[in-house]
C-alpha cells in the first residue's frame, strides 16, 4: 500500500526543504514534489512539519525496581510513546540471575514482543561479574543487543564494582558494544542517605540533597577515565548538570570516544518541584536528581554544540501508589520519572520556539544522532530506502498536558496544565499511523524488535541523510 504524506515541511538533521514524501509499504521510497500517485492514500500535511520518527534511547518498561514493577508496559508505554511521536525505543533489560545474560534477555524479549506499538530494541545491563557474564556478551552483540549498561549507583541493588566495569568495558570493545554508564559515587550516596535518614530529613528533597553533583561528576569522570584506560566507547547516561557534562567535554577533548545524553527532566524541572506537597514531590524523585535550575542553560548548549549526542527521557513510571512506597523515608521512593510522552513539544517550545536550538538540531538529537550511536541504520531521517518512520508535528495547534489526556499508565501528569503551541498530529512507523488525532491506531504487536548494529565511532558526529 502507497501513501503519499503532501505538503509539509521535511526536517532532518542536516536540512529543512519542502516536500511531499512517498511510502512504499514501509519504506519511504521518495522525497520531494510527487506527482498524483495511483491508489496511493493521500494525507494532507499543509502547514506542518514532517519529522523523523523520534527514538527514545533510554525507558524502562515492566522492570522490577525499587521494590515494585514500572507502571507502564510494552503495550501501554508504546502508545504513549507513538503520542509523542517516538517510533522505536531502546528499552533496558536487567541481568537478573548468576550465569549469563541470555536468560534475562529472554525475559525481556518475552514480555515485548506481540505488545508493542513501535518498534523496540535492547541495551543489557550488566550487574553480576561471572564467566556467563562474559560468554554472553558477545551473542548480546550478534543479537542486536549492541549496547550494555552498568551502574556505579543503587549499591546492593545493580551497582557493581570498577573491576568489573573495567572488564565490560575491555570485553565490550572486543565485541563491537558500547558500555553506558550510570555514573553517580554509590559508596558515598549510601552514606549520606544514611547522614540524612539519621538526622530525621525522610521528605523526598533528600534524595536530591543526598545525591550532589560532585558525586556524580566524580563518577562520571572515572568512568570517562576508565573507557580512556581501555580505549573502548563509553556512553554516559542521564547526564543532569554541569559539573558531570564538564568531565565528558574533557575526556574528548582528550580524544576519548566519550558521548553521553541528558533527559527531559534535566531541562525542565528543578530541584523546587521535590518540595512540592505529598503526593508530589515523590513523582520527581530520579536518579541522578533534578538539580537547580542554574544548570539548564549549559545543559541546553551542551545539546546545541554536540558536547551531548542526544535527549531522552528514561522514562521510568511508578504511579502515586507506588511512590508512596518512601512516604516516611524518601529512600524508598522508587526512582524514576514517567516523561516518554512528553519530549517533543517540550523541546519544540521551549528549544525551537524560544531559540535555544534550531529544529534542525532538535531531530538530531531526538533521533538522528541517537540512531548513529545506537546502531539503528534503518531509522533516523526522512530519506528513501529507510524506514517511513514519521511525525507529522502541526506547530500551530496547541498541546495542554493533561492527566485526562496522557497515554502513560500514570495517575498524574508532571506537566499537567500547561500548554505549548505545537502538537503531535500523527506518527506513522513503518508506514502505518500508529497514532492519529489524539487516537492509537494500531493494534499491540506492530512495534517489532530492533536489531541493532555493532557501535561504529566513525559515524558519530555525521549528520548525513
Ligand atoms: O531514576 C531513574 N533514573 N530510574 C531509572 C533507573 C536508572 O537509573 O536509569
Ligand atoms: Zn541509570
Ligand atoms: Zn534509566
Known sequence: MKKVIRGGTVVNARETVKGDVLVDGEQIVAVGQIGPVEGAEEIDATGCYLLPGLIDNHTHMSMPFGGTTTADDYNTGTQAAAAGGVTAIVDFALQMEDGGLQSSLDQWMGRAEGTAHVDYGFHMAVTRSDEGTFKDMPKMVDQGVSSFKVFLAYKNVLMITDDLFMRVLEESKEHGGLVQVHAENGWIIDRMVAEALGRG????????????????????????????????????????????????????????????????????????????????????????????AVHQPFMWDCLKYGHLQSISTDHCPFDDSQKALGADDFSKIPNGLACIQHRLPLMWEHGVREGRISMNRLVDVCSTAIAKTFGITTKGAISPGMDADVVIFDPNTPFTFSTATSLMNVDYDLFDGKTVAGSVRSTLCRGSVVFDRGEIKTQPGHGKFLKRQPFDAALQGDLAG
Do not use: K, N
Not at 540533597?209 to 566524580?218: D, I, L, Q
Open 201 to 292: 530529613d525522610t521528605a523526598p528533597v533528600w534524595h536530591a540533597h543526598t545525591r550532589p553533583e560532585w558525586v556524580e561528576a566524580e563518577a562520571t569522570g572515572r568512568a570517562v577515565r576508565f573507557a580512556e584506560q581501555a580505549d573502548a566507547p563509553v556512553f554516559i547516561v542521564h547526564v543532569s548538570c554541569t559539573s558531570a557534562a564538564e568531565e565528558i567535554i574533557a575526556g574528548r577533548a582528550r580524544g576519548v570516544a566519550a558521548y553521553g545524553e541528558t533527559c527531559i527532566q534535566y531541562l525542565f524541572t528543578d530541584i523546587t518541584d521535590l518540595e512540592r506537597p505529598a503526593p508530589e514531590g515523590a513523582r520527581f524523585v530520579c536518579s541522578p536528581p533534578i538539580r537547580d
